[in-house]
DNA sequence: CTGCTACCTCAAGCTTGGTTGAGGTCAAGT
DNA sequence: ACTTGACCTCAACCAAGCTTGAGGTAGCAG
């Protein structure tokens, strides 16, 4: 058995539940690394379990690839993190999910009020979320819904009219 | 001026702050809808303008186009949808929005457990959500985590060792 | 009539996060 | 020696959600 301590690409993907292609991937976007065998085999130090499971869980709090990459590159490099490594680590995330978090119940809460009235007047109602900058930092790609101008304005006062001026500025 | 109800996609695009190439788009995907004057230029019902805003709102749930153009057919053809036909709209994504906010406290709070402990073991820890299949419904594409197997099991029992047999099954 | 701007179409390109496939090698079992 | 399965690389492709660019029209001012 190869219980040498260390893994092959398969028993990673076995005991990660990430494909082999991604495992590639994530290594090609310098998220995790390997030693090559004289075979030019791949393979990895048992705290990649451990990158990966960080790399799982930042995907699901919302964090691109690319920041998780970041992140990573903090670790001390020739030297196996330890708890502390990671507790600093997954507390970086702590306030995105915070954030994350608050926009979608403010999101929620404009949306109950919307429901009632049933306008969807974003004065008022759920994108009336002005300087929300960090908003829509939601996973896959862009959303990016925040840095031009997020608010639309359909519906004047009464129910759909609205010609409050074309301001729009620029 | 093009005060007669209707308004061009520059007007639209102004007052959403939704680009033109993206309202383009958004009508080839069948989002929104104009009617054509003689020279062949989009003109829009004020409505329009509440539709974006629906859109807007729903990606900022995380609601992908696919599932926004679907709801939005459901609206009334041929009749100016009413308070009510938009309330219902809303409605929709409220459940949805509970699901995301509890999906991400969850996370959280494993996370913070995870950061106390600084094992990163996803067993105890934040990605430990069996059969949360509804997880990482995500904005932008897939992130797709769950459908597999969720979960990696960095660390055994102590620190960074775990050899907790092959049992990854398939 | 010229010129300008806003508009049109269609095709191609971009980013993220991967997967799929072709063509070839490594390592183990018989 | 041969076969099998796991592994390798590299390029192409996918889906979402747009943007950019080329080449052309519409409509108004002067």
């Not at 600093?88 to 429901?115: F, N, V, Y």
């Not at 990016?144 to 304005?153: E, G, I, L, N, S």
């Amino acid at each position: 058995m190869s219980q040498n301590s260390e893994l092959t690409v398969g028993q990673v993907s076995a005991r990660s539940g990430v494909a082999v292609s991604a495992l590639h991937f994530y290594e090609a976007k310098g998220l995790i690394r390997s030693r090559r065998t004289a075979g030019n085999q791949r393979r990895y130090s048992r705290d990649t379990l451990r990158r990966i499971a960080f790399i799982r869980v930042s995907q699901r709090v919302g964090i691109p690839l690319k920041t998780i990459q970041r992140a990573l590159s903090a670790l001390p490099d020739e030297r196996t993190p330890n708890r502390e490594d990671w507790a600093r680590l997954s507390a970086l995330w702590r306030s995105e999910l915070d954030d994350r978090i608050r926009q979608l119940q403010r999101l929620r809460d404009g949306l109950t009020d919307c429901i009632g009235c049933g306008c969807l007047s974003l004065d008022r109602c759920a994108l009336a979320n002005p300087g929300d900058v960090l908003a829509s930092q939601g996973p896959g790609s862009r959303l990016m819904v925040a840095p031009r101008r997020d608010c639309v304005q359909p519906c004047g006062d009464g129910d759909e009219d609205g010609r409050e001026a074309e301001a729009v500025g620029a």
